[in-house]
């Protein structure tokens, strides 16, 4: 297959380099906004050629949109207006509703392939891709009802390729669990990022005891402003209810610290304790 | 040396296996209030000898103080009371005014050193004790000069050989900081999983998506409440305003969320990105 990775970044190049690491028949076309990353990804062997974003469509099997979630949201229509008969588009952005809905009366609706990978790092730009990344992770199809089952066939068994295993939803339901287990970590972390590094003013040595506890829950604070803000904006119903729910707990904490009810944190913490058994399913994974 | 753990779990075990694995004529006594630990301490050859508090401290050269931080603002005076004229106590607490308040005026003062090692994982117990936890971690030693110099001296150099770097301060300085660098990172991470546990209620198969990054976020929610209920209370003031000021960030992100100030959030997370500079001092240690 012809497939071309629009955005070689981290995601789009980590699914280039898994797949190439796999089977040694396809061509890789790269195109991104910025030469410098397209320049990267083709010395690092991600990609075998660039290309402009019309050439590579109308001239791939496999068009996969890897770009920040604005940029998806608009060249999704963009792609299905120019792709050929019997090609496809994937993405592969942290939100869904809002592609489903962008290309939702499309006549090539059907081209199209829904898709989120529970995988990434802190880290973005083609010089953070690396083959394992998919390696053992989940991806979530969704609105599989609305792509064509051949080609619904052709992708699942690429990712089933990458090791990857298939959980399918409606866009709904993805953005409204997503939400949760991502995008709340995300801004937990840039908050935690944002209030020492505002104590810092006046403590000058505060990060001299900073260690590994620190260093985890803060870690995705490192994460890429470009992607992340586009994100928000596309999923700010389900994030303003889901940060709701985490402002509470903690003003629910800090009411229980200043009254100094120790039983009443224990018993808090206790509950949270609970989070080792999903802990336990997510480093089985 | 003679060396009591009082409290055998992940500190004070870890403390003993990594002087037992670079000098191997101490001898260890464990001291714990649960008798399946202090037989795990033993079956493990972390300690060599189980004996109670009062027959361990009066023949100990150095007691370690490694429980909770209620328990060890207990025993500290009661130590340092029966504790012989030559002998030392140290402890391994998270906070530290509080016991330097409570021996302030002890005649026997000197004799104690005041310790924090900025190491731990989220695990507790003896099981959880390894010989490399301390190995290039931060000590912090605090109120140095209320301690007898010979005995600073002797036990800087023990740090030293399990190869720790040595950083002093107050105790009031000390607690300040942990606030924001440990004790809220813990708060975030119990509140974090408690509002997903809590979501999981109507939404079975919310951490189906869970990956690395919420993994990591939340990584310290595991953290025992045993060790960090006393925590909070004896910080509570620190940590108050530290919350205070987590909450107001997170408010912030959600206003702009809310407003879809694409750029406010933007700019939010590129001040948030400047973590990278002190998570590069902390991976680099």
């Known amino acids: 297959m012809k497939i071309s990775i629009i955005g070689v970044g981290l995601l789009g190049g980590s699914f280039a380099l898994g797949l190439k690491s796999i089977e040694d028949h396809h061509q890789f076309v790269g195109v991104d906004i910025s030469d410098e990353n397209a320049f990267i990804a083709m010395k690092l062997g991600i990609v075998d050629e660039i290309m402009s974003f019309e050439k590579a469509v109308k001239s791939s099997d496999l068009v996969v949109l890897s770009t920040p979630v604005d940029v998806i949201k608009d060249l999704l229509p963009k792609t299905l207006d120019i792709l050929p008969e019997e090609s496809m588009v994937i993405d592969l952005g942290s939100t869904k509703r809002d592609f489903s809905k962008a290309v939702k009366h499309h006549p090539k609706r059907d081209q199209y392939i829904s898709c989120h990978p529970m995988a990434g790092t802190e880290n973005s730009g083609p010089e953070a891709a690396f083959k394992?990344?998919?390696?053992?992770?989940?991806?979530?199809?969704?609105?599989?009802?609305?792509?064509?089952?051949?080609?619904?066939?052709?992708?699942?068994?690429?990712?089933?390729?990458?090791?990857?295993?298939?959980?399918?939803?409606?866009?709904?339901?993805?953005?409204?669990?997503?939400?949760?287990?991502?995008?709340?970590?995300?801004?937990?972390?840039?908050?935690?990022?944002?209030?020492?590094?505002?104590?810092?003013?006046?403590?000058?040595?505060?990060?001299?005891?900073?260690?590994?506890?620190?260093?985890?829950?803060?870690?995705?604070?490192?994460?890429?402003?470009?992607?992340?803000?586009?994100?928000?904006?596309?999923?700010?119903?389900?994030?303003?209810?889901?940060?709701?729910?985490?402002?509470?707990?903690?003003?629910?904490?800090?009411?229980?610290?200043?009254a100094g009810a120790e039983d009443r944190s224990h018993r808090l913490m206790e509950k949270a304790n609970e989070i080792r058994r999903v802990l336990m399913g997510i480093e089985k994974d």
Chains 1, 2 share one sequence.
């Open 132 to 258: 394992g990344l998919l390696k053992h992770k989940q991806m979530i199809v969704c609105e599989k009802e609305a792509s064509r089952k051949e080609m619904l066939r052709i992708i699942v068994s690429l990712f089933k390729k990458l090791d990857m295993q298939i959980s399918y939803m409606s866009g709904e339901e993805h953005d409204r669990h997503i939400a949760y287990v991502s995008h709340l970590s995300h801004i937990s972390s840039f908050a935690l990022g944002l209030t020492v590094l505002d104590k810092e003013k006046d403590e000058k040595s505060i990060f001299a005891m900073a260690g590994s506890g620190f260093s985890s829950t803060v870690r995705l604070a490192k994460s890429s402003p470009d992607m992340w803000a586009p994100i928000f904006t596309q999923n700010s119903k389900n994030i303003s209810v889901a940060l709701e729910a985490y402002i509470k707990q903690l003003q629910q904490f800090k009411e229980i610290i200043d």
